[in-house]
C-alpha cells in the first residue's frame, strides 16, 4: 500500500496510544466503530451483512473473550472467506487480530493491528482518503469530548 509523502507509515498509532493511556480497550471499541462505519461503501449488500455479523461477534468475542487460539482462529476465517478480499474484510480480520493480542496482553501487537485496521479502511487506490482520515480524527474528539 503507498502512503502519501510525509506521513508516517502507521500514523493512527498516536491516537491508539492515548485512548489505550486512558482506558485499556478503549481504542478497540473507536476502531471497530470507525471500521463499521465504512462498511457503506460495500455495494454488495450480502457482503455488507456479513460482515456485519463478523462485527456483532467480534462485540460478543471482546465482551467474554474465548481462548487465544479460537480468537485467531477466526481472524484467519475472516482473512479467507473470500478469494477476492476487500479493505473491510481485511479490516475486520486485523481486528480479531488485535483482540488475540489484547487477550495475551501483546501490547505491540494489540496497537499495530488497530493501526492496520484503520489504514487498511482509510485507503483508497493505495492512497490514504482525506474524508476518512478526518471522519477518524472527528470520531476521535467527539470520544474523547464525551469522557
Known amino acids: 500500500m503507498a502512503i ?3 506521513t508516517p507509515p502507521l500514523w493512527p498509532l498516536f491516537v491508539i496510544r492515548q485512548l489505550e493511556s486512558d482506558s485499556r480497550g478503549k481504542a478497540m471499541e ?4 470507525f471500521v463499521e462505519s465504512c462498511f ?3 455495494d454488495d449488500q450480502h457482503a455488507m451483512s456479513i ?3 463478523w462485527i456483532r461477534e467480534l462485540r460478543e468475542f471482546t465482551q467474554k473473550p474465548p481462548p487465544f487460539d479460537e480468537i485467531i482462529q477466526r481472524s ?3 482473512w479467507y472467506h473470500t478469494g477476492d478480499r476487500d479493505r473491510t474484510q481485511t479490516a475486520v ?3 480479531f ?4 493480542a489484547f487477550v495475551r496482553n501483546e501490547q505491540v501487537g494489540y496497537c499495530k493491528a488497530l493501526a492496520v485496521a ?3 479502511v482509510a485507503s483508497r487506490d493505495d492512497k490514504l482518503s482525506p474524508m476518512a482520515v478526518r471522519q477518524f480524527a472527528e470520531m476521535y474528539q467527539s470520544l474523547e469530548e464525551a469522557l
Do not use: N, S
Open 76 to 78: 484467519r476465517d475472516v
Open 30 to 33: 473507536l476502531v471497530k466503530q
Open 40 to 42: 457503506h461503501t460495500l
Open 4 to 6: 502519501e509523502q510525509g
Open 118 to 120: 484503520v489504514i487498511v
Open 93 to 95: 480480520a486485523r481486528l
Open 97 to 100: 487480530e488485535a483482540l488475540a
Open 51 to 53: 460482515r456485519q455479523t
